[in-house]
């Protein structure tokens, strides 16, 4: 296939960086420098089939080039497309798909500053305000052209607002974050000084600090106690006991259990894990794989980064046993990009757990084989999308598939696929511990186990919670302090930014799926961030707003135009100058709103009015004075 490449060529470290991940080139096919190779260059490998396996390691290609070069120069694009067999078209729309990839030269140190909402409140924008007067605006070159600042959606650290995340490209690249933080910190940074003095303490769980706190942990119980870098402390608290108790009882009666456990989805969706579990189990089809969605992007979320940092064994455990009960024999964990913790240390676990018999061939002498593979994102919310991660994964731009078919009979690879959130796997650790009967006997009878909630904002004790599920909102909020400094509270944004707003009067909500549902509300990803009466809630509906108009795939119609005539209304409202009246500009909302529900692909578009529309009918955010 002629790849219609152009001339410019990849510089001696581009083709390093490249070959670190690929291997050297073998043949001239792949971009061997010809002087260098014999006959065997003359000789075409594999043909189409390898081709195509191959472009699953363009994303990680094209990262191993940022890391080391701090872009993607037009030249390294053509050697990567050389070597996988890609059309430079493809793969420029797959690097110009990511947030933290650059087509554009772009300085080697880059600071990405959280001014989402957590950040917000906690005086993101005038430390952004004084960044630009520092360095310039976002993107600017400094520190002699070595370095620039860009603004951020959330980085998952909202516990500790304000956030930075750093870059840093080079022949020893690394990627660190930082809350909270203050501009003189991001510039001192920016500037060369070391960043590894600024690295602050482990992030407290303040639940466990709380008399009896602790014995509320399931999901939780290592965090804080385990050393995550040591295999041997993971057994030594439990550690590998659930897949042993997994592998006595054989694929069928994990599955048995982990119905009769009644646990949801905790990725959004609260759809049953057993029921998905055994659809993929009963394919025929070979091979079949089991995801870990640990792409955690939902403004207000840090819960799976706490587990994969804290205790990324327990999420390599896990998702042996979804590999073992669903007769998967590869699991994949697509980790954010933006949680470079979170991936060394579950690399980490991985390379041990094997090393140890816990991974590989004939597991525990069980005759179960099983391998993880670990995935770096690259920056777009989009991608914790089930079916746009496949993609992601699969080398394509992060866009999501038509549904059915569905990822259980149609997902990675288009192999039946098993895709669960970080901390749904991980109540199968529980479940196995204590019985299926014993499980289900927590939470509700519709909501069973317990939560990890998010909580963040105006609390006095902003962190991860973990409660039966069934708790009242009010109770979770008074376990955090209440709200800080004893103001009044103007409202609670449940979910997050793809969630509702809800007031001061609906604190007797009930955290369960079945409360929320009939409350018109959802628990979705576990965010509950609380708003005093002094923060300006349009200013917080603005910025969501933002969010889904960066964060849209484009792919679909009324998602692409819907979020940017959202955002545009709703300027034009916070400007109190609306097209015509106030009524008029909210009836335009409406309309939008009911065609991006309906007729959007995906959740992105169905769910980005809601927020914004709970905010308006519930909280009145663009009532009154000048709107
Ligand atoms: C726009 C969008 C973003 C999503 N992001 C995530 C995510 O970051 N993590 C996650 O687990 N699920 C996310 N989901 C839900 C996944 O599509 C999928 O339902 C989930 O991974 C299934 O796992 P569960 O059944 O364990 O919840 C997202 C869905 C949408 C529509
Ligand atoms: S709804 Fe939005 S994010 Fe989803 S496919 Fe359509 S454009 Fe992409
Ligand atoms: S880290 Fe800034 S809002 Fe989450």
Redesign the pocket.
Known sequence: MDLHLTDARPTPEEREAVASVLGPPESAWEGADRSRIGLEGHVARGGLRRAEERRTLLLPALLALQDRVGWISEGALNHVCERLGVPPAEAYGVASFYALLATEPRPARVAHVCDDLACRVAGAEALCRDLEGRLGPPGTPAADGGATWFRSPCLGRCDRAPAVFFQQAGPEPHAWSLAPTTAEQVAGVLAGEPWDRLAPPQAPLPQAELPGGREAFRLLRRVGVVDPGSIDDYRAHGGYEALRAALELGPEAVIREVKDARVL???????P?GV?WEAVARQPVRPKYVVC??????PGTFK?RVLMEEDPFAVVEALTIAGYATGAERGYVYV?GEYPLAFRRLGRAVQEARARGFLGRDILGRGFSFEIELRRGAGA??C???TALFNSIEGRRGE?RNKPPFPVTHGLFGRPTA????E??VNVLEILRVGAEAYAATGTPGSTGTRLFCLSGCVERPGLYEVEMGVALRELLDLAGGVRGGRPLRAVLLGGA?GTFLGPDELDLRLSFEDARAAGASLG?GVVMAFDDTVDLRDVVLRIAAFFRDESCGQCVPCRVGTVRQEEALARLARGRPIGSRERELALLADVWRVMKDASI???GQ?APLAVESAISKLGVFDGEGA
């Open positions: 989805g905790r990725g959004g969706a609260a759809f894990m998905k969605n640990a792409d955690e992007s939902e799976d954010r919310y989009i914790g999308e089930e999501p895709i669960n959130n970080v749904t796997l793809a990803s995906c959740g992105l769910l």
